[in-house]
């Protein structure tokens, strides 16, 4: 029994970060963001080697996702995205600081 809670619970744990991309997607995250490329604004995978160790990076970026924000990768600010949650805002930037 204590196994499949186990396999259970570490399914549902990879079901949830699988599902950061197609959050991402669906918010419109990928039209100014690339997994290992910059487009408008940095790869994530540049984001996350840039916080990596930062104890405070999931809920500052957390809040720049939702409110924007400007002046750490270029001229170009990031504009406020109010379609994405704080839940939905947290749960991306979980999954972008994996990509490091």
Avoid at 27 to 36: Q, S
Avoid at 41 to 54: I, L, N
Avoid at 64 to 82: D, E, L, T
Wanted: one cysteine or more.
């Amino acid at each position: 029994m204590k196994f499949a809670l186990v396999l259970t619970s570490t399914l549902l744990m990879s079901a949830s970060a699988f599902a950061s991309p197609e959050l991402a997607e669906k918010k419109g995250c990928l039209a100014c963001h690339a997994i290992e490329a910059k487009r408008i604004g940095p790869s994530y995978k540049d984001v996350a080697t840039k916080y990596v160790g930062d104890k405070t990076a999931v809920a500052v970026l957390a809040t720049k996702v939702r409110k924007g924000g400007g002046g750490v990768w270029g001229s170009i600010p990031m504009p406020a995205n109010p379609q994405v949650s704080d839940a939905e805002a947290k749960k991306l930037v979980e999954w972008i600081l994996t990509l490091k």
